[in-house]
């Protein structure tokens, strides 16, 4: 893959990223584990950011502590909530499985598949769909801060970490 087209997919996915660190990091304490479900809803977003950056979705397996629980189709929460420390910690995972993975696509890589049960995208449009769906739960994040009457981090238009 061309070295300028990594370059742009990166700098707005590592954007989305961001962004959603920024109102991980926001998140007050009493705002945490709401009904609104702030953290499951960081984690939901990290999970999924995760598995769609993975070359084998069919073995995929979260890093510990986090288990397989969004795959239930009763939509079952996890064990316990998650604290900010340990969201954090995979939100940094993440990013840096999704730069490494840019930072290495080839043009073949590129043209490559994601497949299982509901999906069969090129690796593309596989990171196009997963940058969507980060900012898509930022953007939710953000506004159940405002919600709860607190600023929401600003916007942040590129990857603070280049490629």
Not at 137 to 156: I, Y
């Amino acid at each position: 893959m061309e070295a300028s087209l990594k370059e742009i997919i990166w700098q707005q996915f590592g954007a989305a990223i961001d962004m959603l660190e920024n109102a991980l990091i926001a998140c007050p304490g009493e705002l945490w584990d709401t009904p609104s479900k702030f953290w499951y809803n960081g984690y939901h977003t990290l999970f999924w950011l995760d598995y769609y950056l993975s070359e084998d979705p069919k073995n995929f397996l979260p890093p510990s502590p986090f288990t397989l629980s969004e795959f239930d189709p009763g939509g079952a929460l996890p064990d316990r909530v998650y604290s900010r420390a340990e969201l954090l910690a995979y939100l940094s995972f993440g990013r840096q499985k999704c730069h490494d993975l840019i930072a290495g696509l080839t043009a073949a890589d590129a043209s490559g598949r994601f497949i299982n049960e509901k999906k069969n995208y090129s690796i593309t449009e596989i990171l196009l769909y997963n940058m969507r769906h980060v900012q898509h739960h930022a953007a939710q994040l953000n506004l159940l801060l405002r919600q709860g009457m607190m600023e929401p981090p600003r916007w942040v238009s590129r990857a603070k970490l280049s490629l």
